[in-house]
């Protein structure tokens, strides 16, 4: 039997486009279609490079008998959570409200009119470890559903209560201060693993918004303790499996707490933030290792995960095909064993590799094979030696199948990776990475944003989807084009994000001035999401509080920046409570407490001195520092791009640096060293 999939545009659902299930696409007709019917709706949500959801389709959607039951007694919903991460933050947290616990494959069962009554993620098919079997919870919701029908609808409609009393009031907590950012890091201190980096235990991930907040908040204060936990916790990711080793790039976690395994897909907005972190550490500390990871992730994501109209697909798949098996299995295309290095390398050099990049007989992963890694105690080796060895390694694993690839388009995430691209193309002297960014921007333009500068959530193949843009599209692309424009001196970036950022002000803003997830005229869901704590992204309150913040810095608008301030109530009632989950509010407030500082840099573009002055405020340490730069703007805002341009005139006849922040500006400066020092750490 055909399903109602075939004609998606997110690569998850067309997966299921051929199982003998009759999905159906969130949407008016399926709920209509559950009304007609009598029975209840079986909502699925899951996500392209999910293990577990592949694992569920395999066992149980792509069974016949199965499907058949399925089709008989349910109306079937099928939910891309990255497309519809509204509907999934909704149901989420329902499943973890009454279960205690969530995660992918989501499997909720509703009544016609959306409200939840049984909850569950992935279900085997039979039953093991405590776990009931698909079929046993099918057939039990519907003897529920036909045998206790009062029960049922009592059941939901006390959730649904349950759920809109979870309404947030964080808007009249006040500004967060010193005092909240110093006791978010004493929290933070006692959740440290002092022996491997990171936070917590096993499962672990990678941190990247903490690091981000730990890293400012070392410059703004001098506090080596959270700059020594920044440095080892990179260390120890980037020397630890979950980085990969031969192609640059992280995986999405690790499956013990000493980042040895990895759960191996391959996500755009972790490589993002996590190659903008080790940006920002190299710019702290000049490490070598910091550089080196940062331009590999950079590389990695243009080169496996640029689309052909220059956005980034969401991910790669953990599972690929095994050789040998010809089974689709979790990181076969990562593994190696010391008989395949010697295949590949010889025995001299497959031994000093094995050496060098932790592979062992027994093997770190499974069946004898191991992640590679970079053991402390490894071999030295020299360059042009190690890079030999690193292209015969990964031109053989090219020759393996490949994971497959989630190629929509992701507006928020492409915010968050041109944010990250114009930044090391800067720093690191790439202008072919700035370009990537541009590239990625302007299809952010002309695909995802319409005459209105609404944003839609996805596109594939160039043709956007359809589903509207939520709070971290608009936080996330403004803090790309921001970024951008910092980096290429291109005013037209600033006045797209002040597009966004007027938008969220409009739309998603409550009268206390804490945000929504969706606007206020999207899709009413049984609840209105309202998170402003970090899952494995900025949330979209914080993220669009940090937009927020920056175009205020730019533009000196007193209505952006009592909106971003009003916002990060959040942290001040969060922040020294649960600092893990609220990383990127933690770095927010601290460009808040530190300005952010403000510098124009005035000369002519194809002067030198200009560039140096300019490279020099971007390398800057600042937390949060917004940098214009170009010709003087005059009074009537004619001759430049920025308003922070205006007025601003040449020292000498020589390009000039002012840096102004809490409405006092220093000396203007035409020295690289001065102007360095204005925007330095501060020290106690």
């Avoid at 797209?496 to 409550?510: E, I, K, N, Q, Y």
């Amino acid at each position: 039997m055909p399903n109602h999939l075939a004609n998606e545009t997110s690569p998850y659902l067309l997966q299921h486009a051929d199982n003998p299930v009759d999905w159906w696409p969130w949407s008016p007709e399926a709920f209509a279609e559950a009304r007609e019917r009598g029975v209840p709706v079986l909502l699925s949500v899951g996500y392209s490079s999910c293990h577990w959801c592949h694992v569920l389709a395999s066992e149980s959607f792509e069974d016949e008998s199965t499907a058949a039951f399925m089709n008989e007694h349910f109306v079937n919903v099928k939910v891309d959570r990255e497309e519809r991460p509204d509907i999934d933050a909704v149901y989420m947290e329902a499943v973890q409200a009454a279960t205690g616990q969530g995660g992918w494959p989501m499997t909720v069962f509703l009544t016609p009119d959306a409200e939840p009554f049984y909850f569950g993620t992935y279900f085997p098919p039979e039953p093991r470890h405590g776990m009931p079997s698909f079929m046993q919870v099918l057939e039990g919701v519907r003897t529920a559903w036909v045998g206790r029908p009062e029960e049922v609808a009592e059941v939901a409609q006390r959730i649904v209560r349950d759920l809109a009393g979870r309404q947030l009031d964080y808007g009249k907590a006040g500004v967060p201060g010193p005092e909240e950012l110093a006791g978010a890091l004493l929290g933070l201190t006692r959740e440290y693993d002092a022996v491997r980096g990171g936070f917590g235990g096993a499962p672990k991930f990678p941190p990247s918004m903490v690091l981000e907040f730990l890293l400012r908040h070392h410059a703004r204060t001098g506090s080596e303790g959270a700059l020594q936990m920044a440095v080892d916790t990179c260390e120890a990711m980037a020397r630890g499996g979950i980085y990969d080793q031969l192609g640059g790039g992280f995986a999405r976690y690790s499956v013990d707490r000493e980042w040895v395994v990895p759960h191996f897909e391959k996500m755009l907005y972790d490589n993002a933030l996590l190659c903008r972190v080790y940006a920002h550490l190299w710019r702290t500390t000049g490490s070598d290792l910091a550089r080196r990871v940062a331009l590999e992730t950079a590389d990695f994501m243009v080169r496996e995960l640029r689309t052909e109209q220059g956005g980034f697909a969401s991910a790669l798949d953990a599972d690929s095909e095994d050789p040998v098996s010809g089974k689709h299995v979790e990181g076969a295309y990562y593994a190696w064993t010391p008989e395949q290095f010697a295949e590949v390398l010889g025995e001299a050099d497959g031994a000093l590799a094995q050496a060098y990049f932790g592979v062992t007989q027994e093997g770190t992963f499974e069946h004898g094979s191991s992640v590679l890694q970079l053991p402390q105690d490894g071999p030295a080796l020299d360059a042009e030696r190690l890079a030999g060895i690193k292209e015969r390694l990964l031109a053989a694993r090219g020759l393996r199948p490949a994971p497959g690839r989630d190629d929509k388009v992701v507006a928020a995430w492409n915010g968050l990776a041109i944010a990250a691209l114009a930044e090391c193309g800067a720093y690191f002297e790439r202008p072919d990475l700035v370009e990537r960014a541009t590239e990625a921007a302007d299809l952010l333009v002309r695909v995802h944003m319409d005459g209105s500068a609404r944003l839609a959530r996805t596109s594939r193949d160039g043709r956007v989807g359809p589903n509207a843009g939520v709070l971290e599209d608009y936080g996330d692309v403004a803090e790309g084009f921001l970024a951008l424009a910092s980096v290429t001196g291109e005013g037209v970036w600033l006045e797209f994000a002040g597009f966004l950022v007027d938008l969220v002000m409009a739309r998603f803003a409550a009268e206390d001035g804490s945000l929504y997830d969706t606007a206020h005229d999207a899709e009413q869901l049984i609840r209105r999401p309202q998170d402003p704590t970090d899952t494995a992204a900025p949330s979209g309150w914080t993220a669009a509080a940090g937009a927020l913040l920056s175009y205020a810095a730019h533009t000196g608008s007193e209505p952006h920046r009592t909106a971003a301030e009003r916002a990060l109530g959040v942290v001040q009632a969060l922040g020294p409570r649960a600092p893990r989950f609220i990383g990127h509010g933690l770095a927010v407030a601290e460009a808040l407490v530190d300005g952010p500082r403000e510098v124009a840099v005035v000369g002519h573009p194809d002067d030198p001195a200009t560039a140096a002055l300019h490279r020099t405020a971007l390398l800057g340490t600042a937390p949060g520092a917004v940098v214009a730069v170009g010709l003087p703007r005059a009074e009537d805002g004619s001759g430049g791009e920025f308003p922070l341009l205006a007025e601003r005139t040449l020292v000498r006849d020589l390009p000039a640096a002012y840096v102004c922040r809490h409405f006092v500006c220093a000396r203007p400066t035409t020295e690289l060293v001065e102007l360095a020092d204005q925007l330095g750490a501060v020290r106690p």
